[in-house]
């Protein structure tokens, strides 16, 4: 299968921030990660990144993510 790109954008909550948030991602669903812009100052932080690779595996990562309270928006 085609690997695909994909842009997105994660809210992460408080709680969240100190996890390995991208390693876990990129690791667990073997998939490549491009980090365009974060901020983490406040009570939350934003990621703005890319996810290459299998349509199936993206799904995957951001099922994770959605799992452990992360915001997905991927009309980024």
Do not use: C, H
Request: aromatic share 6%.
């Amino acid at each position: 299968m085609a690997a695909v790109k994909k842009r997105i954008v994660f809210i992460i909550p408080p709680e969240m921030l100190l996890e390995p948030i991208l390693y876990t991602i990129s690791q667990q669903y073997d998939l490549k990660l491009s980090l365009y812009n974060s901020d983490m100052s406040g009570n939350e932080g934003i990621m703005r990144l890319e996810l290459e690779g299998e349509e199936k595996q993206i799904e995957e990562g951001l099922a994770w993510a959605m799992e452990r309270g992360i915001r997905v928006d991927t009309s980024a």
